[in-house]
C-alpha cells in the first residue's frame, strides 16, 4: 500500500463511520484556526521524502510531510532553496504551510506559497486521489486545484505530496538591524525613502519596541532588511540604506528567533491593507515605548501582524486597537482591508469572527469536495 | 439548458438589443464570421449571436438575462487565444472589448484595476509614464485583453523572472453564469477564506465572466541589457539555456529560436537583424539594479561562449533592443504568410529535457516529411513547435496532425504539461486524460459546477465532458447515453473562406 493509499483508506473509514478527521502534520500549529471536533487526528508528520528532485529543473516534488527543515538540508546541497520561511520553527511541514498558506518574511520578494506552489495531490473528502497542476514551472492544464488548496485548511482535501518551485541559492545573503529611536517624523521620513528607492530586499519588517526587544535589537522600535543576490546587488543596495540610515549588521539567525515570535502566542492577527496605509501609521503604532503587544509591519506587503501572549480577552482587544488605524481608515480608498485571525483562545473565537467560507461559492466548493464533512470540520467556522 | 436549436435567435437578439442597443448585438451569419476563429485559424465554429456590452452594468443584464432563458454562451475578448477557447459552437458570444475603462490607479501601492476588455498593452503604456509597468507580456500583448488573459491564466517572455497572470491578480469583480455578481479575492492582497481568486484564474471563460479587476504593478527596472547569442546547433543553444537556468541566474527573459524560424523572420517585414545562417539564437533579458546586472550579464555571456555560440551580441540601446524584440514578437506573424494555416502547441517540458525533446522533435518532423518551427520561451521550458501548412490539402493535413500528436505524446512522457499558456479550450480537451486522472479530472469538473451549475458557461472546453461523474448521473437519469464530445487532436481541417481568410492574416499581423 502507498502512503497515500493509506491516506485514502483512513479517510474512507471516516466517511464510513461518519467519523471526522484532524489532519495534523507535526502538530506544531494545531492551536491555530478555530476548534475542531474531530474524533481522530490523521497524521502526516511520517509521510515525508523527496519523491524527485533534479537540481537543474529548480523544482522539487516531496510528500506532505516533509519539515522545511528537510527541504532546506536537500536543497542545501546543490546549492538551491525553498524561499519560504512561515512564521513558527523550521520544523513544521511543507503540507502544513500550503494547507495553512503560510508565509514569512521572504514573501517579500520570493511570493507566497500560492506563488510557490506548482502542483499537488491530495485526498479529497470521498477518499478520492485528486492532483492539481503538475511538476513543470509553468502549466495552464485544468482549472487551478493547486491554488484553490493553498490556504483551505485541510477541508478540501489532505494535502499528500506537492511540487515547489526552487531558486538558487544567493551568493550573498547578509541582513541588518536599523534602531528607530528618532522622531515619529524621521521614523515616517526615513520608511518613506526606503518605499520610494530601488532597494529591493529579500525581507523588510518593522519591529516595535517589543519585538525588537525579544531579538536583543534594543528596547527601540528597529527596521530589519536582508539583502541578498550576487555581490554587487548587496553592496548598492546597501551603500544606498546606510546614507539614509545607520545600520548595523546582524546574523542571520535573527530571522529564525523572528519567525518564532509566535511561541507560546495566544492570539496572532495578521492584517492586510494597501501598503502605503502603512507609511502614514506605522510610526506612530511603533512608538508606543510600553508596547504589551508583539507587533511587526512588512510595509512592502502592506501586512501587520500582532502577537499577544495570555491576558485573555482583555488582551485581545489592545490587540484589535492597535490595528485599527490602519484597518479602518477614512481616507477614502474604499475596501481593501482584511484582517486574518490566525490564532485566538477557544472561547474567544465564536465572538469575533464568523466563519471566513460562508459563501455560497465556498460553500458549493466544500459540501462537493467533503460532502460528508469529515476533514477538519469547523476549523474555518460554519 | 435551452438546446441551441430551440432557441429563437431573432426574439432573443432583440432582447439582447433592448440592454445593449441595436447595432452592439450582431445576428446575421456574414457578420457573425468574423466570431467563428480565436488565434488558431484551424478551428472554425460559427455562432449564433454576438452581443457587445459597453458597460459593467449591460454585461450584467446581458448575462441575467441569458440566465432567465438558460441560454449558454462564450466570453470573448480580443479573440488572439490559441486553444479554440473562445469559440461558440451555434450559441451566444458575450464579447467583452468594449468593457476598456481604466477604473483607477494608485501610483504609491502600484496597482490598478480595470474593466476586462483592456488591452493588455494599453495599461502599459497608461502607467509607463508613472515608472511602472504590469508584468505579464504575452507575445499578443497589442490585441488581447486583461480580461482574456485572466481567463487563460496567460505568460509571456517576461513571466520567467516576474511570473505569470495568477502571481499579479489581487482581485476581481466577476459576474456568475446565474447572473449573480460576487468580489474574488482581495485588493489589499492577502486574505483568508479559499483563494477563489486563484480558482478563477485559468477557468477560461467556465466560471463565469471577469468584469474588473485589480492588478499589481511592477516597478521599472533600472537597468534592462538584451543579448542576442546565436549558435550553429538546435543542442548547443539548448544545452546553454539548461545551463543559464542551473546557474541560478534567472534572466527577465530567455527566448529561442531556432533556423527556420530565424529565416522566415528574416526574410519578413520583421527583420531584426538576427544572423540568417544561424541555427539557432537566443535572446536573453537582463533586468535590475545597474550593478547586479552587469555582473550577472558576464556570466550569462561566459556561459554562451562556453556552450559554443558563435557570437553574443548586446543591444547598445532602445532601439536596438526594440528591433531585437520585434523579432521574437512578430515571429508568429510571419510564420502565418508561409501557409494559410499554422498549427501552435504549448507543452511544458523539464528544463534539463530541452535538448532531447528538440532532438525528438526534429526527428518527428523528418518522419512525417513537415518542418517544424520553434520559438519559445525557453527559460520556462515552454515549447512553442509551430507548422505552417495548408488544411485544404488533406495529405498535410493529415502528416501535421500526426507529427503534433507525437510531439505531444514525446512531452508528455517527459514528465511535461500539455499547455503553459495558452489554454486547454477546444484544442488540447483530448489530452487531458493523458495527464489528468479519472477523479482529478471529475474534481475539476465538480469545481466548475459550483460556478456554472448548468454548465452553460463556454460548454464543452477544457475538461471532457465525459469525464464528469454527476453530469453523467443527470445524462443517464434523462435516459441520455453519457455524453461524449468530438476531441480534436490538432486543428481540423478547416473550411477557409475568403473573408475570415483576410481576417486571419489581420489578426497576426495587428502583433
Ligand atoms: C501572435 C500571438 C502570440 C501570443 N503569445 C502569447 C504569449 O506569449 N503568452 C500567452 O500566454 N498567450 C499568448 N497568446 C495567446 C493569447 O493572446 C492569450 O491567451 C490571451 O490571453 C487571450 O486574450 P484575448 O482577450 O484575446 O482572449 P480570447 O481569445 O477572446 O479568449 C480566450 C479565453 O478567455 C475567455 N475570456 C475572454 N475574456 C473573458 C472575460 N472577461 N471573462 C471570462 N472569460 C473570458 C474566452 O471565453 C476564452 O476561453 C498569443 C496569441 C497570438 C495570436
New interface residues.
Partial sequence: MTRTEAVVTTVREGVAGRTPLRIAGRGNWLSAGRPVSAAKTLSLGDDSGVVSY??????LTVRAGSTLAEIERVTREH??WLPLDPFGSDDGTIGATIAT?SAGPLATNF??P??LLLGLEFV?GLG?????G????????????S??L???WGT?GVITEVTLRL???PKVDRSFAVSLEGSEKSTTALLRTV?AS?L?PFALELLNGAAARSLGLGDSAALLIRLG?????V???LKALSQVARTEEVEQSTWTEFREIDRGAESVI?I?????RF?GTAASILADTQPRVVISINPR???MRLVTSGGGEQELMTTVDAGIPVSFPTDG??????V??EKLPPEVWPVVSPS??S?P??R??KN??DPHNILNPGI?GD | MTPPSQLNASAVADRLAEIVGDRHVLSRQSELLVYNSDGLPGYRRQPRLAVFPGTRDEAIAVVRLLADEGLPFVPRGAGTGLSGGALADDIIVVGLHRLKEIISL?I??RRATVESGVVNLRLNKYVAPYGLLYAPDPSSEAACTIGGNVA??A?GPH?LKY??T??HVLAMTVVLPSGEV?DLG???????????R??F???EG?FGLALEITVKLT?RP?TVRTLLADFMSVDEAARVT?AI??????PAALEFMDGPTIRVVESSIYAAGYPKDAEAILLIELD?????V???LEVVRQVCVEGGARNVKVARDDAERTKLWQGRKKAFGAMGRLAPHLIVQDA?????RLSDILETIHAISEKYGVVVCNVF?AG???LHPNIAYSADDPDESERVHSAMVEIMRACIDA??????????GLD?IGY?EA???E??????C??????DPDRRANPGK??PVHSCREWNAVASARGAASVREPMPLAAEPARPSARSRNLESDLWEDR
Avoid: W
Avoid at chain 1, 533534479?54 to 523544482?59: A, E, I, S
Avoid at chain 2, 465538480?446 to 460556478?451: D, P, Y
Fill in positions: 533534479v537540481p537543474g529543473d529548480l523544482t546549492d538551491q498558506a511570493g507566497l500560492r506563488d479529497n478520492e486521489v485528486v492532483r492539481g503538475g511538476r513543470v514551472v509553468k502549466n495552464v492544464a485544468g482549472f487551478d486545484l491554488r484553490l493553498t490556504g483551505s478540501l531558486y538558487a541559492r518605499a530601488q529591493a543576490g550576487n555581490a554587487p546587488i553592496e548598492v543596495q495578521r492586510s491593507t494597501l501598503p502605503t507609511l506587503r502592506g501586512v480608498q474604499g475596501a481593501g482591508t482584511s486574518i485571525f471566513v467560507v459563501d461559492l465556498s458549493g466548493i462537493a469536495y474555518l | 494608485d504609491d501601492n487563460e491564466n505568460g513571466c511570473g505569470v495568477l502571481n460576487v482581495s485588493k489589499s492582497g492577502e486574505h483568508d477564506g479559499y483563494d477563489l486563484g480558482a484564474i485559468g477557468s467556465c516597478p533600472q539548461s537556468i542551473a546557474s541560478g541566474i534567472v535590475g539594479l545597474e550593478a547586479g552587469s555582473a550577472d511544458v517540458i523539464p528544463r534539463t520561451h520556462d521550458g515552454n514528465g511535461g504539461s500539455i499547455t503553459g499558456e495558452h489554454g486547454v488540447k487531458m495527464i489528468f486522472s477523479t482529478s479530472l471529475n474534481a475539476m465538480a469545481l466548475r459546477s459550483v460556478f477544457v475538461v
